[in-house]
């Protein structure tokens, strides 16, 4: 079953994006929003390897680009023990409709989550308030 993300125009207004990206920056926030391995949750295991491979850059610069996304952006977060990561803007970049379908599929791969450190740090962009209810749900 193929998956869609839908980004939203105003991605390339965000300030952070238009005065202080790179392009190559923006080119891996874009893959870290759209990748065939995200979930509905902003939160899935990757390996850096598979983002070099796909990205078609060196694991160094993916291991560059991993720091300075989570240390001067901080706008991901990175369990090297699990292989998730964790998309901070998860709730404001992609999450923009709501139904029982995708609520069901929440809940599903919330279960899955390794590392639950990592949902309420997604859970701080999420404003849809069902949304929001069934992250909280989950961490309680």
């Known amino acids: 079953m193929e998956k869609y993300r839908m980004v939203r125009s105003d991605f390339w207004k965000n300030p952070i994006v238009l005065k202080e990206m790179t392009p190559e920056d923006k080119y891996f926030y874009l893959y ?20 070099a491979f796909d990205l078609g850059v060196s694991l160094e610069s ?44 929440i809940c599903s791969e919330l279960k899955e989550v390794e590392d639950h450190t990592l949902i309420p740090y997604v859970l701080e962009s999420i404003h849809m308030e069902e949304i929001r209810r069934l992250y909280e749900d989950f961490l309680n």
């Open 32 to 51: 870290l929003l759209t990748n065939s391995r995200t979930t509905h949750i902003g939160i899935y295991p990757i390996t850096k390897k598979e983002m």
């Open 62 to 105: 993916v291991h560059l680009l991993m720091e300075r996304f989570e240390e001067h952006y901080q706008l991901i977060r990175y369990n090297s023990k699990t292989r998730e990561i964790a998309i901070k803007s998860w709730g404001i970049e992609i999450l923009q409709k709501c139904g029982k379908t995708l609520m069901d599929c």
